[in-house]
């Protein structure tokens, strides 16, 4: 149904539900918990605060569908991987 749904293990329900975009098919984490980054196979990347998972950055549309996203644990940087087989570094907070 192109939702997300996040989890307080070991809680039997969701915590939260939203549809980030169409498409979504990766997601992380940063390792504090306050960001989502999501990616799909519609070549959109988008950063969320995991708090209230309102939008922080569009990042725009890619070159391709994108098949992984990472956050670096110091948040400084995400890394993107893409369908066609690029991998494409972002600076969150420029």
């Known amino acids: 149904d192109n939702s997300l749904r996040l989890w307080d293990i070991p809680q039997?329900?969701?915590t939260?539900?939203?549809q980030?975009?169409?498409?979504?098919?990766?997601l992380a984490t940063s390792p504090d918990g306050s960001w989502i980054l999501t990616g799909g196979a519609d070549a959109?990347?988008?950063?969320w605060n995991a708090a209230d998972l309102q939008l922080i950055r569009d990042f725009g549309p890619q070159t391709a569908g994108l098949v992984r996203v990472a956050i670096r644990p110091?948040?400084?940087?995400?890394?993107?991987?893409?369908?066609?087989g690029f991998?494409?570094?972002?600076?969150?907070n420029d």
């Open 20 to 26: 980030p975009h169409p498409q979504a098919t990766t």
């Open 16 to 18: 939260g539900e939203w």
């Open 44 to 47: 959109t990347l988008k950063l």
């Open 12 to 14: 039997a329900q969701p």
């Open 74 to 84: 110091d948040k400084q940087q995400i890394a993107v991987a893409t369908a066609t």
């Open 87 to 92: 991998v494409r570094f972002y600076n969150p």
